[in-house]
């Protein structure tokens, strides 16, 4: 750290109510609080007595590579839900060594014969999705996704273990964890909230379902369910309360955030209709041309771009925090130990100071030439030791669903002054319906 850094206090940013500070501003719309104090303030903004908002590309990277090691992310997030209260603790909020021993357990199972098949198991579980659908017919795309976006997640990671009213019962059960918001707030942990209520009653169903599920014979078998074996013969060994939080943690971390990829994506195509023609017109031809496979996302580089350029400007994961375990420096500023850092994906992706016309959807931004952005600008699976275990399989899933179903309809977005991003766990697409036309 240099000696010439100015102390935490001179760090501009919004002085916020006398006894609450920004809690209001930021309970209200985050999106639109932290994209002001980004504009207003510049790269370290002073969010709070002990939180600072990073928006400099080159601090993000420093904070998620460089310095990784410095910044506990098991003290950040169990402050949204500690283990008492039933939110799990595995290898997504875990530290150093314990996180180093997850990690490398789970890692070779997400290789590239994961990928493969993620390819091969989207092909017939969008084929089940989209024979429901009849042109003229409205549905909720939120709704008729996440099935299918739970049923990969758990038929990849798990082997085909869950039956469809498993795979039902376990979407109601972690949609009250999913709701969590990001609220600055914390409440004594024996303060009993409804929500808090909600995911304890939760957590104790999806343990009874995933001791079931650890115990079956697809965990014995490194072809049927790669993630489960490896997580169930790990060296070491888990128990079954780690366990339990693995599994509920990969459902959790690959489902809704698959899902909010697809149908954001779809409705940035339902707004521009003559991007739509492009994905259709490729994933026509892919589709016909190339088996269900690899080889089949191999020949979908435009709605490849597509995905990229939608995963910029919905993120799913839109805000990422970490505390400073020692005293850093960044802009200049001292960041003293214990000071809870952010960054912000809806932040940095959207920042004009980066992207031109960072507002406009545009995938050609991701075709081969294009000018590439600094790093630290665009990170929708994060950056460094702690990037996205799942982020190949997540776009293999996004980019293969997407072509599939705007080769057969063209969506038209049903009142469409009703979509919202929510700012939750990740950034729901709210109010999304849509009626499916025949080209
Ligand atoms: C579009 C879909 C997805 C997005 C946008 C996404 C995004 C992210 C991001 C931003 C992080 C890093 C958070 C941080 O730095 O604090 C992360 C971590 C993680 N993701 Fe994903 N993810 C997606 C899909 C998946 C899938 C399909 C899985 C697995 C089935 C998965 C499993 C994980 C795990 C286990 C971690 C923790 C990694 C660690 O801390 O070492 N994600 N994800």
Redesign the pocket.
């Known amino acids: 750290m240099t000696t010439a850094a100015s102390p935490f206090t001179d760090i501009p940013g919004p002085g916020g109510d006398k006894y609450l500070g920004n809690l209001h501003a930021f309970s209200t719309d985050p999106l639109a609080f932290l994209t002001a104090c980004s504009r207003r303030y510049g790269d370290v903004v002073r969010l709070g007595a002990h939180n600072v908002l990073l928006t400099s590309p080159g601090d993000v990277e420093r904070m ?1 590579v460089d310095r990784n090691a410095k910044f506990s ?1 098991a003290s950040a ?1 169990t402050r949204r839900g500690s283990r008492r209260q039933g939110f799990p603790r ?4 875990s530290d150093g060594a314990e ?1 180093q021993a997850k ?1 490398h357990r ?1 890692q070779p199972a ?1 290789g590239r014969t994961l990928s493969t098949r993620a390819a091969e198991v989207v092909d017939a579980q969008g084929e089940r999705m989209l024979a429901g659908w009849r042109p003229g017919s409205p549905r909720t795309l939120q709704d008729d996704v996440s099935v299918l976006t739970l049923r990969l ?1 758990t038929s ?2 798990f082997g085909d273990e869950f039956s469809d009213e498993d795979t039902a019962e376990i979407a109601r059960l972690v949609a009250p964890i999913m709701d969590l918001s990001t609220s600055p707030v914390l409440l004594p942990e024996w303060v009993p909230t409804p929500r808090k209520l909600r995911i304890r009653r939760s957590m104790a169903r999806v343990d009874r379902t995933l001791h079931a599920l650890a115990t079956s014979p697809a965990a014995a078998d490194p072809e049927r369910a790669p ?1 489960l074996h490896a997580l169930v013969h790990g060296d070491p060994e888990p128990s079954p309360a780690e366990l339990r939080d693995e599994l509920a ?2 459902i959790m ?3 809704e ?2 899902n ?2 697809v149908v954001w994506t779809s409705v940035l195509l339902a707004r521009h209709p003559e991007i739509a023609e492009r994905v259709r017109a490729e994933a026509t031809t892919a589709f016909a041309a190339t088996p269900a496979g690899l080889a089949r996302m191999e020949a979908l580089p435009y709605t490849h771009a597509v995905v990229r350029e939608s ?1 910029r400007l919905y ?3 839109w805000l ?3 505390d400073a375990t020692e005293d850093m420096e960044f802009g200049g500023h001292l960041i003293p130990a214990g000071t809870t850092v952010t960054v912000s ?1 809806w932040v940095n992706h959207r920042d004009p100071r980066y992207w031109d016309d960072a507002e406009t959807f545009r995938p050609e931004r991701w075709l081969p030439g294009a000018p590439s952005a600094p790093r630290g600008s665009y ?5 460094g ?7 190949a ?3 293999t ?2 980019v293969h669903i997407v072509a599939d179903i705007w080769r057969r309809f063209r969506l038209e977005l049903h009142r469409p002054e009703r979509i919202t991003p929510r700012p939750a766990l990740a950034l729901q697409p709210m109010g999304v319906e849509v009626i499916p036309r025949e080209w």
């Open positions: 998620l992310k997030d595995s290898t997504m909020n996180w990690r789970m997400f997640v990849l990671m993630v943690t990969l971390a690959g489902f955030t698959t909010d990829a995963l993120s799913p994961v990422t925090s970490r994906q990170f929708p699976f994060g950056l030791p702690r990037v996205c275990i799942g982020a399989v997540a776009t899933e996004t």
